[in-house]
């Protein structure tokens, strides 16, 4: 799964950037003032409590948001300002695997992670049956789950549904790939499965990848830079060993809050 170009982007940008963002739903501020960035193959983890704009981040990502101020680059372009067919483009560079899963109900796993590889054909791309049903086999071997591929959503777990949505979405042979929330209501065990997929996918074939979570276990596992929210200002951007010696008191609840549940 190597792509075509791993040089560093033309103008030297990182491959995500947000620059300066802010945005409000209904004149309340959600993001205020968010600045990151995410280099080509890096990993970064989006911390924060609930409703505090971690998947809009996500969303502006994508393009589905566009900022009130600010810039937010990808692969060398700022989304923002892209009408759709060149955000289509985008989209096909970077996906995002949703919180939900958001899998086809109607279709079986193969036939789910399929699904854009019979797009790219429509799209001209030429690909044989026999090529297809060869990739969604890889693909399932790839997260394990090679033994799932006739059977319908309805009957997998959450967990397993996360795994086969990480599937789907690698078909397109993506640079990047966004997670909101990989691990939240799945079991320990499954966590850690996933944890570990997201960590392979990285390093085997160099994808940039953010995650979006409050699983602290996993950020540590997962995160080379982190960005922590509070209040809708970036409290915290840098590497995650740094993170513990942050004196922000939402940050110090987090991670203590954390160990407690450790303990549990
Ligand atoms: N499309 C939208 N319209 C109005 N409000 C929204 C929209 N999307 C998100 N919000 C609000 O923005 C805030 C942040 O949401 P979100 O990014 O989903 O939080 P989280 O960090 O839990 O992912 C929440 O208050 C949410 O209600
Ligand atoms: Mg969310």
Redo the contacts with the bound molecule.
């Keep these: 799964m190597t792509h075509p170009d791993h040089q560093p982007d033309e103008d030297g940008r990182p491959y995500i950037q947000f620059v300066h963002v802010f945005k409000s739903?209904?004149d309340?501020p959600?993001l205020i003032d968010v600045s990151f960035e995410v280099r080509r193959g890096e990993m970064l983890v989006v911390l924060?409590?609930?409703?505090?704009?971690?998947?809009?981040?996500l969303?502006h990502i994508m393009g589905f948001?566009r900022p009130d101020a600010g810039e937010v680059w990808v692969a060398g372009r700022e989304v923002s300002r892209l009408g759709e067919a060149e955000l289509l483009e985008v989209r096909r560079r970077v996906t995002m695997v949703f919180q939900s899963g958001a899998l086809f109900d109607s279709l079986t796993v193969g036939e789910n992670v399929a699904y854009p590889l019979r797009e790219r054909a429509e799209h001209g791309q030429n690909l044989t049956e026999e090529q297809i049903q060869a990739r969604v086999d890889e693909l399932l071997a790839l997260v394990e789950l090679e033994s799932l591929r006739d059977l319908m959503p309805s009957d997998l777990s959450t967990g397993m549904k996360r795994a086969v949505a990480i599937a789907r979405a690698l078909a397109g042979e993506p640079e990047a790939i966004l997670y909101?929330?990989p691990t939240t209501m799945v079991d320990p065990l499954m966590a850690a499965t996933i944890g570990d997929l997201i960590l392979k996918l990285k390093r085997r074939s160099g994808l940039t990848s953010v995650v979006?979570t409050h699983d602290m276990k996993l950020a540590r596992k997962l995160a080379d830079r982190v960005v922590f929210?509070v209040e809708g200002r970036v409290a915290f951007f840098g590497p995650i060993a740094e993170l513990d010696s942050v004196p922000e008191p939402t940050i110090r609840e987090f991670i203590e809050l954390d160990e407690v549940s450790f303990r549990r």
Excluded: A, P
Aim: avoid cysteine.
């Design positions: 739903f209904d309340q959600v924060g409590k609930s409703g505090v704009g971690k998947s809009v981040t969303k948001l909101d929330e979006v929210l």
